[in-house]
């Protein structure tokens, strides 16, 4: 019987492109096992024959065809992987007549041109972004005025990666609240919110998801009890509801997905790039 | 004369591939100016009309014709999507047959499932990377014997994005060690890191770029001087050299790049998934 289908993210920049589309159409197909690979910066005659000797190869011992998905712009690079004798799935390709029809303007397939080569200003607004997560993570600093959004959540709701996420990828000031056990007492918003209604996102979670999370984090603590992590959640939402906060439940959603909906939520428009 | 010409990233999940794998190809199209906004979650009738009617509206506010860029799966929305007259680029559609055909399987168009729904097990990993990359930030913590790589290079050569991004997309644990005036005086590798050898990158950097990196964080200081940029990366690209650290300059590297490089240089095979 033939192996798992070898895939391969073919790319002359990183592969996330590739990877990316390609794993999303792959997945509407049910049932069929990959095997997925990345081959990155091909950019080269030489790196495009060595990515065909690889292809083939890995097509050989697993007995089956393999699938190239590939963003590598340049035609000569292109034609030479056709070698490979692999279905080769270009994803620029049939958008590029479209285009070019519609703008009225030839496309450029300079190579790594298309996947962006670093903008100084970008970069920075990232990096910026980066250091002021890091530093208002879990309420260690509190200059919210900077802060594009501020996520509000018990211990372990999933605030942090999606912090990290917005800056990382945004380049969104997202600053994080812990909701202590004082705050989840006390009536109303903790004092130090106050000022900062508008900025609010809350997230929440299932408290048997949380009890697992802390669990593993901090065995057999106070911490990690179920009574504790249910009457915090059960407190936290309460507060979300009565102050008018927003919020998103964490249990079945992706941090690519919890950031989204905080960006659409708050009206920032902010592009990937 | 016409606007900026309007692009929608309209998608049932997240709207992150297509904004992708549209940004990669609409770079390809130089001198054309672009007004790009997402669409997200479009997973119902009602919000499919809401997306018409916003990209109609925008094209006649633009006064020119939209373009989509589409990853919705379901064919009865994109079919309403295509009445808003927008050049409609479905990501998936010129590759479902081909596709198709070489698996011998149809693929099932359920709404969402393309964009992965979160698989408990690969969160754990990413977040448990996370928290790793954070508590060994900076040399914070030093459990190198977890680390799958120790990113090493001098205060602001673009350590803590690029294992933060380790992190979050491949749940890969990095740590990273801050070279020191004392490291760089010393002989040979710092003590802390001698015995994982095999495990460390280097990064490095342009030492203009670094200075200007470090005057806007700590403006006028000693550690933002040409002078001390300049001695610090010479001292640490030649410890790189003498102990055969594999190293690579930031300097005009994208943080996707950066970790793409580490990754495939230790042949370290994650999916982003």
Same mark, same amino acid.
């Given at each position: 019987?033939?192996?798992?289908?070898?895939?391969?993210?073919?790319?002359?920049?990183? *592969?996330?492109?590739?990877?990316?589309?390609?794993?999303?159409?792959?997945?509407?197909?049910? *049932?069929?096992?990959? +095997?997925?690979?990345?081959?990155?910066?091909?950019?080269?005659?030489? %790196?495009?024959?060595?990515?065909?000797?690889?292809?083939?190869?890995?097509?050989?011992?697993?007995?089956?065809?393999?699938?190239?998905?590939?963003?590598?712009?340049?035609?000569?690079?292109?034609?030479?992987?056709?070698?490979? *004798?692999?279905?080769?799935?270009?994803?620029?390709?049939?958008?590029?007549?479209?285009?070019?029809?519609?703008?009225?303007?030839?496309?450029?397939?300079?190579?790594?041109?298309?996947?962006?080569?670093?903008?100084?200003?970008?970069?920075?607004?990232?990096?910026?972004?980066?250091?002021?997560?890091?530093?208002?993570?879990?309420?260690?600093?509190?200059?919210?005025? +900077?802060?594009?959004?501020?996520?509000?959540?018990?211990?372990?709701?999933? @605030?942090?990666?999606?912090?990290?996420?917005?800056?990382?990828?945004?380049?969104? %000031?997202?600053?994080?609240?812990?909701?202590?056990?004082?705050?989840?007492?006390?009536? *109303?918003?903790?004092?130090?919110?106050?000022?900062?209604?508008? @900025?609010?996102?809350?997230?929440?979670?299932?408290?048997?998801?949380?009890?697992?999370?802390?669990?593993e984090r901090k065995p057999n603590s106070r911490y990690a009890t179920?009574?504790?992590?249910?009457?915090?959640?059960?407190?936290?939402?309460?507060?979300?509801?009565?102050?008018?906060?927003?919020?998103?439940?964490?249990?079945?959603?992706?941090?690519?997905?919890?950031?989204? %909906?905080?960006?659409?939520?708050?009206?920032?428009?902010?592009?990937?790039?």
């Amino acid at each position: 019987m033939a192996d798992a289908r070898p895939i391969f993210y073919v790319s002359d920049g990183t *592969g996330i492109t590739a990877e990316t589309i390609g794993h999303s159409l792959l997945t509407q197909f049910n *049932g069929v096992s990959f +095997d997925p690979r990345r081959i990155p910066f091909v950019d080269s005659v030489e %790196k495009a024959e060595a990515a065909v000797a690889e292809i083939r190869a890995t097509g050989e011992r697993a007995g089956c065809r393999p699938i190239v998905v590939n963003t590598v712009v340049d035609p000569d690079l292109n034609a030479l992987l056709a070698e490979s *004798g692999a279905l080769m799935l270009d994803l620029f390709a049939p958008f590029i007549a479209p285009l070019e029809q519609e703008l009225g303007v030839r496309r450029e397939s300079a190579v790594g041109h298309a996947h962006g080569m670093v903008d100084f200003a970008a970069y920075e607004q990232r990096i910026n972004a980066t250091n002021y997560a890091l530093t208002h993570d879990d309420g260690i600093d509190i200059h919210y005025d +900077d802060a594009d959004v501020i996520l509000v959540g018990v211990s372990r709701s999933g @605030k942090t990666p999606t912090c990290l996420y917005l800056a990382l990828h945004y380049g969104v %000031k997202a600053a994080n609240y812990p909701l202590t056990e004082e705050d989840l007492e006390g009536s *109303g918003l903790p004092p130090r919110l106050r000022a900062h209604r508008g @900025k609010l996102f809350g997230l929440t979670i299932d408290p048997q998801r949380l009890q697992q999370i802390r669990q593993e984090r901090k065995p057999n603590s106070r911490y990690a009890t179920m009574e504790l992590c249910r009457r915090e959640v059960a407190a936290a939402e309460t507060m979300f509801r009565q102050e008018n906060i927003p919020v998103l439940s964490t249990t079945h959603t992706s941090i690519e997905e919890i950031a989204s %909906k905080v960006l659409a939520h708050k009206g920032i428009r902010r592009s990937m790039f």
